[in-house]
């Protein structure tokens, strides 16, 4: 059963950093992807960075590129978002989420699995 909690977030004045930490459990297969998602009330749900294993390649939005730094530490068991220069837009609650199966190079992640949200608050 894969697990995946989030912590880290809180409230910081732009140009400030966070670091927030996805402590995930069951991610077994040698091919996975972990994302960081962030939503604000009442607008869609935003894919801020992706991690994949292997030799994917790391996916960051427009939004935080240049910004923000998504990493693993496979003996932790974590996946970290880094975020500097953080910007009053960053303000959301940010969420981890799993696809524990992933297919490899060329296909989608099926994110089955998600953490309960962190929030991050950005003060101008």
């Known amino acids: 059963q894969v697990q995946l909690t989030e912590s880290g977030g809180g409230s910081v004045q732009a140009g400030g950093s966070l670091t927030l930490s996805c402590a995930t459990t069951g991610l077994t297969s040698s091919s996975n992807c972990v994302a960081w998602y962030r939503q604000v009330p009442g607008k869609s749900r935003e894919t801020v960075a992706t991690s994949y294993t292997g030799s994917g390649p790391t996916y960051y939005s427009d939004s935080v590129k240049g910004r923000f730094t998504i990493s693993r530490d496979n003996a932790k068991n974590t996946v970290t978002l880094q975020m500097n220069s953080l910007k009053p837009e960053d303000t959301a609650m940010y969420y981890c989420?799993?696809?524990?199966?992933?297919?490899?190079?060329?296909?989608?992640?099926?994110?089955?699995?998600w953490g309960q949200g962190t929030q991050v608050t950005v003060s101008s």
């Open positions: 989420a799993a696809d524990p199966r992933w297919r490899g190079r060329g296909y989608p992640c099926d994110y089955n699995y």
